[in-house]
């Protein structure tokens, strides 16, 4: 493992004081936690609160998520764990502003329990809260760490989408209704080219030869459907996209947003180029890409891989969302 | 070699189509080429255009800076191959609007000779041209493709305040004057943690073992100074900042800005904790430090290491510059 850190032991409360230090001006951490919560407080009064957060890894998720317009407070855990239901809880108390929080939970087995621990702490505080748990990732039925579907990338377009209606005023009520009809059509598939490497654990979590990929795999490095040798992109595209028109069964004329999300290690340039085979393919298929973001956006360390997340544009008010202005660290596109 | 891509041939002309097809909003391809012109041509009236570029396997550097405030175009020649002067002189022409181009180059010997070339061909045409070439390297002067020393991710911030200035209404001499000014004020040295590797090559270009760093890599794999075990973060910052420190002179009370910069596969959360070494260890000697950004900005491929830029802010209005808004695919902080 080569790793540039100091104690592995340390490693995550050492990157959040380096983030805190760099962005002051974006967020603030809730004294003895790995919470951060916006910093300007002004932005958040009369609002709902929107919190999200899970294991540390995933950077830039969530903390680079925090501002206006997105995230009111993210949660760090250690790497590749839940974080506690004491340190959700200061997270939902710093963005509680009398309107309740919303929390926005990605399917795992320990993150469900510590966020519904933490909400069970707020209720004996009469602060309202409610929650969506994504779960986009249809490569595999039940996993590792979950019961059910995994929660990965698409997870950003629930923190955009949800963040944008919180903070135009939608009650807690209208934030989780709509939440609920999102959810069912954002979808996330991913393939990888190498595993992660804990920083506690010293080797990478799963192996694959010099010439081999695994589709389906989790941003922990949890199992996916299927290993073979290496395709070129065009290949890989069409199998990822084919696996994610079943779901959808889209037709000619629908409109969707497209998340193209880099695993860590990953060149900016064969995002691109996977990019360019995705929207080639689409385009053929008639479809409408109304929104594109591609980048590192839910990392898993360093794995080498990428995420294609598609996001059905049912509602027109969905696209506004996404170009919905935000400032925060990580996402800034109009 | 595992990469998601097609065609190693093809790989440049690929990403730049994914890149334009993702992000109309921002850019468009001049036809026949790899230059991009921004697409909002009307806030470039009555403005300098400022135009970069050089060879691809830098993302998003040039073209994710592309946009209001900052650049007006970028050209992308081969991986790490300086673009040709024809398709420099087609940003020039799509950037001029009647009050010159400035170009920034990063100091290549290939890219200095090309980017000369295509100033001789506008010379032709009457559009004025002038330009500054960055060379903010301290590792090693003279090096495999450069006469003095190598311009690599301080030209970032040499794009901004030159955007930011030519954005203001600057004149092509103003911004000459400016950038000579701010030249000498920028500085930068990397660590790397493993090489690059050129997809047409297939291996990386230069190997260390399981436990080696290099200090002073340039950013196409250039020969450091010094290869030794890999150290704590606290201790590379040491070196690196001594390095800087020795250059600067720098004293208490001087105002800094830092750009801290993965290279393409270093994930964001060993960037953070270098960046709190960096912060902490300036803090210690009375720095102040008025803008820090964190991320994968002047990348290679996909080699793994870091790079620290420190910005002496010797006039008020660079941080102003630094500040000024922004519209771009990567550069979005306020």
Known sequence: MKKIMNDPQNIVPEMVAGLVQAYPQYVERLPETEALVRHDKASMENKVGVISGGGSGHEPTHAGFVGAGMLSAAVAGQVFTSPTPDQIYAAIKAADHGKGVFMVIKNYSGD???????????????????????????????????????????TIFMHKIIGAAADQGASLDELEALAKKVLPNIKTIAVALSGATV????KPGFDLADDEIEYGVGIHGEPGYRKEKLQPSKALVTELLG???????????????????????????????????????????KITV??????????????????????????????????YPVDTIAWTQK
């Open 112 to 154: 469900v329990m510590n966020f519904d621990m933490a909400k069970d702490m707020a209720d004996l505080d009469d602060i309202q809260v409610k929650s969506i748990v994504v779960d986009d990732d249809i490569a595999v039925e039940n996993s590792t760490y979950t019961q059910g579907r995994r929660g990965v990338a698409g």
């Open 199 to 202: 920083p506690e654990v010293g």
């Open 290 to 323: 109304d929104f594109t973001k591609v980048g590192n956006y839910m990392t898993s360390l360093d794995m080498a891989g990428i995420s294609l997340t598609l996001f059905k544009l049912v509602d027109d008010a969905w696209l506004k969302g996404l170009q």
């Open 243 to 285: 696996r994610l028109k079943t779901e959808f069964k889209y037709q000619a004329g629908d409109h969707f947003a497209v998340l193209i999300n880099g695993m860590g290690a990953t060149p900016l340039m064969e995002q691109y180029v996977f990019t360019h085979d995705v929207l080639d393919q689409l385009a053929a298929e």
